[in-house]
């Protein structure tokens, strides 16, 4: 079966590595193409191909879109991309279209999605079934809710023959965030959370320890920000908690500030380190230093819970305040795992020392959730 799946990263990388791990799965009993247009990120793997149109991304106020490529003109890039993607349904013909968070986000690329969804429709493109492949939690409307509602229901039940909904329902429901679910008529599948697989753990845990020179007995923490496009406050906290936790016991403590962290925060935290506190931009084999560590300190994105609960770690999560997203998330995940919240008010450094040494005991604890949600996905199709 030819598939395409389409994803649009346009600030993390969550979105771009849940969908990565979808068509691995896939592309075991698939043709599978992977269309993307965002910012350069890593290659895809050699098991699907790749279709890449010119890159768009949020500007600088994270309010519109702008090319990647300095110099382009907007209107001209996005007139491009709409024609490569007509012109890949015609060439490829692919038997079933995925739309990642479209339509319940990505309204911006509406462009470029809309008439593809047309043409398969009115049959001016080749056949093909369309499935919206969607995470836990939507970003909630701030205003004009009952137009987007009635906007993403219509396009759903006129285009689409399927939901994705990539959660385990017994931790949360997307009628949490998107209240009028019962009105979309097309079939909804919850196919549980999205995984990266998991390393063996003793191995990489040797692995990781015997590279930094640390003892087993020494505790390992590990702080990261996903992508590093938002959350450089907490690395700070991080840093500044842990300088205090030095007069107090023996650590290590690697901090990751992510492929899209500005050079300059980068760098000033680089100038920081220590003998006990090193910083990386990022590393492809971050689950690895999950499964070597003792703690984990990061964001509540949907990427770094899922890691986290992959490799059974204690954590401590600050969600991104812009939206209740990550914080619903938070919650959520508190009920069932060793995953605990982090307020505004706990970055302090004192009370952050105090946190980290309240979770440097907790034990390793599976999570009572369904994390199998790719290979189920891939499942479907058949």
């Known amino acids: 079966m030819r598939i395409s799946f389409y994803c649009q990263h346009v600030l993390g990388v969550g979105h771009l590595h849940r969908s990565l791990e979808i068509c691995r799965l896939l592309a075991e009993k698939h043709e599978v193409t992977l269309i993307l247009g965002g910012p350069k990120t890593t290659p895809a793997p050699s ?23 300095t110099g382009l003109n907007l209107e001209q890039v996005k007139k491009t991309r709409k024609e490569l993607l007509l012109s890949h349904f015609r060439t490829y013909r692919p038997q079933v279209f995925i739309t990642e968070l479209y339509p319940f986000g990505r309204k911006a690329f509406r462009f470029e999605l809309d008439p593809v969804l047309n043409g398969i429709k009115d049959g001016s493109l080749p056949p093909c079934r369309n499935y919206s492949s969607v995470r836990d939690i939507l970003v909630e409307k701030t205003g004009g809710k ?77 702080a990261s920000i996903g992508g590093g496009s938002v959350g450089g ?24 500030t992510g492929p899209f962290s500005r050079k300059s925060f980068h760098k000033k935290l680089k100038n920081s380190q220590t003998e006990k506190i090193r910083v990386d931009t990022f590393s ?11 703690l984990s300190i990061s964001m509540a994105g949907y990427n770094s819970c899922m890691n986290l609960l992959r490799a059974e770690i204690p954590a401590l999560v600050h969600p991104f305040n812009q939206n209740r ?58």
């Open 325 to 382: 997203e990550q914080k619903m998330r938070a919650l959520a995940l508190e009920h069932h795992s060793t995953v605990r919240l982090l307020k505004d008010s706990d970055l302090a450094p004192e009370k952050l020392r105090k946190k980290i040494m309240e979770m440097l005991p907790c034990r390793r604890q599976p999570a009572d959730i369904d994390l199998d949600g790719a290979r189920r996905t891939a499942g479907l199709f058949k």
């Open 146 to 222: 009952k137009k987007f509602e009635d906007r993403v229901i219509k396009t759903l039940n006129t285009f689409y023959d399927g939901i994705f909904i990539h959660a385990d329902p017994k931790v949360i429901t997307l009628d949490r965030t998107f209240e009028r679910l019962n009105e979309i008529t097309i079939p909804l599948e919850y196919t549980g959370f999205i995984c990266p697989p998991r390393p063996e753990p003793l191995n990489a845990r040797k692995k990781i320890r015997k590279m930094l020179n640390l003892k087993e007995s020494t505790p390992l923490i590990v």
């Open 284 to 294: 492809d084999i971050f689950p690895s230093w999950l499964e070597a560590a003792d």
């Open 47 to 69: 098991a699907f191909s790749l279709f890449t149109l010119p890159g768009l991304q949020m500007d600088s106020d994270f309010k519109n879109l702008a090319p990647c490529e």
């Open 233 to 256: 406050e907490l690395l700070e906290a991080v840093m500044a908690g842990c300088r205090l936790l030095s007069r107090q016991t023996d650590f290590f403590l690697q901090i990751f």
